[in-house]
Structure formats: C-alpha cells, structure tokens
C-alpha cells in the first residue's frame, strides 16, 4: 500500500500563488508516475498535471498550462504543484496521485488510471 497526503492549500485572492505539497509512504516507488487532480463542488474530477517517475518529464492540461508547475523531489518521496496566477475556477479539492501502471504520460489524464489518492487539500480564490 501506498499512502499519500497533501498540503499547502488555503485561502488566496486572485492572481495569487500557492504551493502545494504531497508526501507518499508506505510501499512507494520513486519510479510512480503522479498526478495532481481537482474536483470543484457538483463537478468530476478533473486532471491538473502528471510527472513520471524516471526522467521527470511533465504534462499539463491546458486550463493550467504556463501558470501551473508540477515538480518532484525522489529523494523525499515528494511531489510539489506550484501555483500562479491563480483565479477564481481554480477553486477545488486538489488531490495526488500515484499510478502503478506503465503509460505514455499524455495519457496519465484520467482518474481511474491512479491506484493511489490523498485526502485531498482545499484551494479557495477569492475574487
């Protein structure tokens, strides 16, 4: 098993930054893919952004591209999203995960490809 846990979530105004962290335990690989998701309230969850494990290559979906960054440290388990600019539809439950499964990372965008989850950590934009 696999235990993931975020963090760093709160209460910014628009165009403000956050920096989300999670850290993962139990019987982790440094080689899992993860990903960060976000439900808002009535809605599905949807993807954010993926890191592979080997080579660190990154993929974003477009909502978030050029104000979102996804980064890794191996070493400490730990997986970062780094948030600018942020606005008001950005608000959600932001969740981690981790995928166990071997795929091309521009196809790490749906929910059920993660066999791991966090509790998930609340992001709130204010106008």
């Known amino acids: 098993q696999v235990q993931l846990v975020e963090s760093g979530g709160g209460l910014v105004q628009a165009g403000g930054s956050l920096r989300l962290s999670c850290v993962a335990s139990?019987?982790?690989?440094?080689?899992?893919?993860m990903g960060w998701f976000r439900q808002a309230p009535g809605k599905e969850r949807e993807f954010v952004a993926s890191?592979?494990?080997?080579?660190?290559?990154?993929y974003y979906a477009d909502s978030v591209k050029g104000r979102f960054t996804i980064s890794r440290d191996n070493a400490k388990n730990m997986v970062y999203l780094q948030m600018n600019n942020l606005n008001p539809v950005d608000t959600a439950v932001y969740y981690c995960?981790?995928?166990?499964?071997?795929?091309?990372?521009?196809?790490?965008?749906?929910?059920?490809?993660?066999?791991?989850w966090g509790q998930g950590t609340q992001v709130t934009v204010s106008s």
């Open positions: 139990g019987r982790t690989r440094s080689t899992y893919d």
């Open positions: 995960g981790a995928t166990t499964r071997i795929m091309a990372i521009a196809t790490m965008t749906k929910a059920a490809q993660y066999d791991y």
């Open positions: 890191i592979t494990g080997i080579g660190s290559n990154t």
